[in-house]
């Protein structure tokens, strides 16, 4: 039984401004070498061991992060 964690950013809306990374206490957000069609680096997930603590949503000031958290529990019937 655990929490299956869904970390999506949405690459057109973010501008690199790079909080994301620096707050990220796992560590599994990076600079993406690619641009945006705004013409912006964006952020990317490099790994997927997020935790949902929401840091990286919180920060960020184009509201490109969304986290869903979607609890595994077994029911018995």
Known sequence: MG???ELKINKN???GCGLCIEVCPQKILKMSKMF???GYHFVEVSENN???CKKCTIIC???AI???IQDETKINT
Do not use: L, S
Request: with cysteine; aromatic share 12%.
């Open 3 to 5: 929490k299956n964690i």
């Open 36 to 38: 945006n069609k705004f």
């Open 13 to 15: 809306r973010c501008k």
């Open 61 to 63: 000031p184009d509201a």
């Open 66 to 68: 969304e986290i869903f």
């Open 50 to 52: 997020c935790t949902g």
